[in-house]
């Protein structure tokens, strides 16, 4: 059935997520000329932001809290380093990718966050049916080369948490109940600290 004979459908707005990938895309950072790598045509910023609010609608449902928050996190280190890097965020091409993580590099963060950024960058390029920004064949020597400078700055593995002694052993056994749960757990303990496993 034709629903708006002789005239356009006013599209309903979609419903406002908590992941927050549209809200924090302008449109300037939209690309719409074809990126070199992938000379097909571009979708316009309209069509790239109405695909991601659908998309951004779905994935809030399906997704834990947690991950949105993460999600939401990266993307928005992302979109404000573009913003001060006065370059396109979407899609983004390999040598600002390389820029984007090599920033994040200098300022600090470790191994397993830039793993995070790239992997959020690859969902939401994927989302807005865009190509994977590490699709191109120098990838793979691009990453090592990143690498390479976490490890030098002694960021490339991740912090190992401080060994449980048994004074600290003991002040958990000390705290748990008289649940069943409790008594599990304690057990549980008990037994990986005696053994030393």
Aim: aromatic share 6%; charged share 20%.
């Amino acid at each position: 059935a034709i629903l708006c004979p002789g005239r356009p459908c006013p599209s309903k707005p979609m419903p406002r997520t908590d992941l927050l990938v549209v809200d924090a895309l302008s449109d300037a950072m939209i690309r719409t000329v074809p990126l070199p790598q992938a000379p097909a045509v571009t979708p316009s910023a309209a069509a790239i932001k109405a695909r991601l609010a659908e998309w951004e609608r779905k994935y809030a449902a399906a997704h834990a809290a947690a991950t949105l928050r993460a999600v939401r996190a990266d993307w928005g280190v992302y979109t404000r380093w573009c913003q001060n890097a006065d370059v396109w965020g979407l899609p983004v091409v390999p040598t600002d990718l390389l820029l984007f993580l090599e920033d994040q590099v200098a300022l600090g963060k470790r191994r397993s966050t830039i793993n995070r950024y790239v992997a959020t960058l690859r969902l939401i390029h994927q989302a807005a049916g865009l190509p994977d920004p590490t699709a191109y064949p120098d990838w793979g020597l691009d990453w090592k080369a990143l690498v390479g400078k976490l490890t030098a700055r002694k960021a490339n593995a991740p912090r190992q948490a401080t060994a449980l002694k048994s004074d600290g052993v003991a002040t958990i056994l000390d705290s748990l109940g008289d649940h069943l749960r409790d008594l599990r757990d304690g057990a549980m303990l008990a037994l990986a600290s005696d053994t030393l496993c």
